[in-house]
């Protein structure tokens, strides 16, 4: 194919903040995981796809195959739809306790 241009499982995004290699980063309608630190307005590798333990809202009980969504504005990962954009599902159950604050997702590379 003349127009193939890559596997598309990683791709080159400006980051809106900075970030560390493994947190979060939503640019637009697409999520992906840092795969390095860059400081805002900086491009960094970002993994589409793949399972990956990521920040929770620590006070939230998660259950395999729940829904996760992403709050851009606390940077972390919640079961609450509103005001969020769904990154893929839960892989774990994770309790609700104050210090469970990672849960590992299964981003789902759509928009």
Same mark, same amino acid.
């Given at each position: ?32 995981? #840092?795969?390095?630190?860059?400081? $805002?307005?900086?491009? =960094? %590798? /970002?993994?589409?796809? &793949?399972?990956? !333990? ?26 609450? #739809?509103?005001?969020?954009?769904? $990154?893929?599902?839960? =892989? %774990? /159950?994770?309790?609700? &306790?104050?210090? !469970? ?11």
């Amino acid at each position: 194919m003349k127009n193939y241009v890559q596997p598309g499982n990683t791709i080159t995004l400006i980051a809106p903040y900075a970030v560390a290699s493994g947190d979060g980063l939503l640019v637009g309608s697409i999520f992906g995981i #840092a795969a390095g630190d860059a400081a $805002i307005a900086e491009p =960094v %590798e /970002a993994a589409l796809v &793949g399972v990956f !333990d990521i920040t929770k809202v620590g006070s939230q009980a998660w259950t395999v195959g729940a829904k996760v969504y992403w709050d851009d504005t606390n940077k972390r990962c919640t079961t609450v #739809a509103t005001d969020n954009t769904l $990154i893929g599902v839960a =892989v %774990e /159950a994770v309790a609700s &306790g104050a210090g !469970d604050t990672i849960g590992r997702v299964r981003l789902n590379a759509t928009f």
